[in-house]
């Protein structure tokens, strides 16, 4: 190998690193490196190409073309807003629209509920506040029976299942190889982990239902508003509830 082809290998040439500023020079701030000036040069010319753009297309503007929106708005604040046409509406229209939302609500409220139900109907609450809701009862023909009662015995269940209000196999089942699996715990964190995911979507429709009730109570109050009768608030309006009007009571022919 030559000496010329040794001094051109990149692996013997030196390496030149940019010096950082000078500690009698701090005082002048952060020397500039050569990245920060490619990204200083980056933003100047992508700013001096959008001026240079938006010049031809200043130049090459027709003075005579016309935009619709050269009526339909107008300057507030420094800031282009269309104008709302005046729109000639009777009163009769306008409680027939306010009474057209409230149904709407109405019906998409129902139908959240009727949601609710089936997955309440689903889950059939279970755990809830650690009581049984359900009751089964069983009827017996004389006392001796009630006293020798044996309630896993009737259910053909293991004691300890006997309180579970759901998930209550018998014992067949339970002496089944195909069974053995359910009772692994990743099976069990995964059917919990399940469980908790429907309770969280009831819990999320129970309150959309309740939104919607308020909702629909807001609207009829503010149509009741539009007759022309003297009023006096009581309530004001909240988030959760509608506001409270006390109409004076006359007399209709």
């Not at 073309?65 to 107008?74: C, D, G, L, N, R």
């Not at 023909?141 to 018998?170: G, I, Q, S």
């Not at 009023?231 to 509830?241: A, H, I, Y």
Request: charged share 40%.
């Amino acid at each position: 190998m030559s000496s010329s082809f040794k001094k051109a290998l990149k692996s013997h040439q030196k390496e030149h690193r940019e010096r950082s500023q000078l500690s009698f020079r701090k005082q002048l701030g952060l020397l500039e490196k050569k990245k920060d000036y490619k990204l200083r040069a980056n933003d100047y010319h992508k700013k001096q190409n959008t001026l240079q753009a938006l010049r031809k297309k200043a130049l090459e503007k027709n003075p005579d073309e016309f935009y619709f929106k050269m009526i339909t708005s107008k300057l507030k604040d420094g800031v282009h807003v269309i104008k709302r046409p005046n729109e000639e509406v009777t009163e009769e229209q306008l409680k027939l629209m306010g009474t057209q939302d409230i149904r709407y609500v109405e019906m998409k409220r129902v139908a959240e509920a009727k949601k609710i139900e089936r997955l309440k109907s689903e889950l059939h609450l279970l755990d809830a506040d650690g009581k049984q809701k359900n009751k089964h009862t069983f009827f017996l023909n004389t006392k001796k029976e009630v006293a020798e009662f044996d309630l896993a015995k009737h259910l053909n269940t293991a004691p300890e299942l006997v309180n579970r209000v759901y998930n209550r196999p018998t014992i067949e089942t339970l002496q089944k190889e195909t069974v053995k699996g359910a009772t692994e715990p990743k099976v069990v964190k995964k059917l919990a982990r399940q469980r908790k995911h429907q309770y969280q979507i009831l819990k999320q429709r129970i309150e959309r239902e309740k939104k919607m009730f308020v909702i629909g109570q807001k609207l009829q109050t503010r149509k009741d508003l539009m007759d022309k009768t003297k009023k006096l608030k009581v309530q004001k309006e909240t988030v959760d509830s509608p506001a409270v009007y006390k109409f004076v009571s006359q007399r209709k022919r």
